[in-house]
């Protein structure tokens, strides 16, 4: 059986029918962003589905899901004590240039 992917990125990306190449680009093709609360799967989604009925732009709400994606990382390494430079990998970083949607949120550098 083959494990389903909730990655929340991926899955944001491949309902909103982009590559997470297009994702990415979309985020960065905006400078105002929607603010995204959750960083759940489940709750972000449907987050997601109400701005999007409410008429808020794609770009925006990607360019806020990215936002706070990256919170939620630097959340988690200041958590366990990381500090600057911190090298993000794997999902989050290949979904996103994250660190380039939110350098404000990364603290010093």
């Known amino acids: 059986m083959r494990r389903r992917d909730r990655a ?8 909103l029918k982009f590559s997470l190449d297009e994702f990415s ?3 960065l093709a905006v400078s105002a962003e929607v603010p995204i609360s959750s960083t759940c799967t489940v709750f972000a989604e449907s987050e997601i589905i109400s701005l999007i009925a409410s008429g808020k732009p794609i770009e925006e709400i ?3 899901l990215h936002r706070a994606l990256i919170k939620r990382v630097v959340s988690m ?3 366990v004590g990381a500090s600057p ?7 989050v970083a290949r979904a996103g240039r994250c660190a380039s949607c939110s350098p404000r949120s990364s603290g010093p550098r």
């Open 8 to 15: 929340l990125p991926r899955v944001t990306a491949r309902r």
């Open 25 to 27: 680009e979309a985020a």
């Open 62 to 64: 990607v360019r806020g």
């Open 77 to 79: 390494a200041r958590g």
């Open 85 to 91: 430079p911190v090298l993000i990998s794997g999902g």
